[in-house]
């Protein structure tokens, strides 16, 4: 059995990821420029991106399961890449393997890193946004008549200048 199919899965992998990491880039500059309607789009694409990353890990865990098979060895945890690259029949299927796994674990690297960036933008959003409703919000306190502080709704005030007796 040839590592051939093994690699053309590796590579779609990281072409779907690749074209993940271009969505998280776009992302940045909608989150920068705030426009939701645009960064909804974005997120929409991304899930559909997900759902297909999902579905080809599903066909790589299968025929690497299904080529460690063929070679006789056992395993008891999720089998990878890794492992079909000790096994490999040549030199040149190791190479080939070896490639494309190093190839798509810097995508994975670089969608983390941009992520990230990312989370930490939307972050500062939220932040901005939650300042920016506390300068329009009253004040929880307020002052009556007498100049003192009132804090809460249901609380009395104090005797004030006109309540004295006569």
Known sequence: MSVQPIVEILEKLEKVHKSLLELALKKTEVVKKGDMVELYQI???????????ETIEKQRQVMVTDYLKSKGIDFS????????????????????????????????????????LNQKLIFQ???????SLE??????????????EVKGPNVQPKKSIFDSQA
């Open 43 to 53: 997120l929409k694409n991304e899930q559909s991106h997900v759902a297909a990353i």
């Open 77 to 116: 945890d999720i089998p990878t890449v890794a492992d079909v690259i000790d096994v490999a029949n040549s030199e040149n299927e190791r190479e080939q393997l070896q490639q494309v796994r190093s190839r798509l674990v810097q995508v994975v690297d670089e969608l983390k890193s941009q992520n990230e």
């Open 125 to 131: 959003s939220l932040q901005f946004v939650n300042m």
């Open 135 to 148: 300068l329009v919000r009253p004040p929880e306190t307020q002052i009556n008549y007498t100049g003192k």
